[in-house]
C-alpha cells in the first residue's frame, strides 16, 4: 500500500531490518517483526509505520485494541495516549526538550505505570533518526525546541517492568517480566504557534 501511493517503507532493509512495519503485540515493547501468528481475542497491537515520501520521513505509530479486551490493557492503552497528547500540547518554541520526559512520567506516574527508558523519540526528516534524542522519563538533558524543528515523540509504558529483553532475532524488545505495553507516537514540526502534527490524518 505504501508503494502504491509513491511512498518507500522506511523500516525494510534498515540495519537489516527484514519488514515494512514494526508490530509489537502484548508484552512487546517495540520493534516486533510481523510474523504468520494470528492475532487473538484480547490482544493489544502497536503497529509502528514510517515512510520515506518526496524526499522526507514522518513516522507514526499507534496501539489498538483487538477484541474483547480487559479493562486493565485498556487503561494502559488510554494512558500511554493521554501521555503523548499531554507531551505535545507543551511544544512550542523555546521549550525545553526534557519537559516532554517530565510530562510523561508525571502522567504515568498517577497510575504507576512505568515508562521505558531505553527507547527514545528522535528528530526525523531527510534522514530515518537524528537529534534530538527526546527522552520520555524525567531527566536534565539540555537543549530547547527551535523553530521548524521535527522529531518524534513515542512513549512507551508498562504495567511492570520497564527492562525489555531483545529476542535471537536481533530486534524484537519485550518486556522482563512478559507485563503489557504499549505505545503512540506522531512526528511532529515546531511552528511560530506552538506545534503541528505531521502524522495524523
Known sequence: MIIDNGAYPSPLGYCGFPKSVC???????????????PL?????INIDVTVYLNGYHGDTSATFLCGDVDDEAKKLVQVTKESLDKAISICAPGVEINRIGRTIQDHADKFKYGVVQQFVGHGVGKVFHAEPAVLHFRNNEKGRMILNQTFTIEPMLTIGSTNSTIWSDDWTAVTEDGSLSAQFEHTLLITEDGVEILTQC
Do not use: K
Open 23 to 37: 508490530t509489537s503485540v502484548n508484552e512487546c515493547i517495540c520493534h516486533g517483526i510481523p510474523d504468520s501468528r
Open 40 to 44: 487473538e481475542d484480547g490482544d493489544i
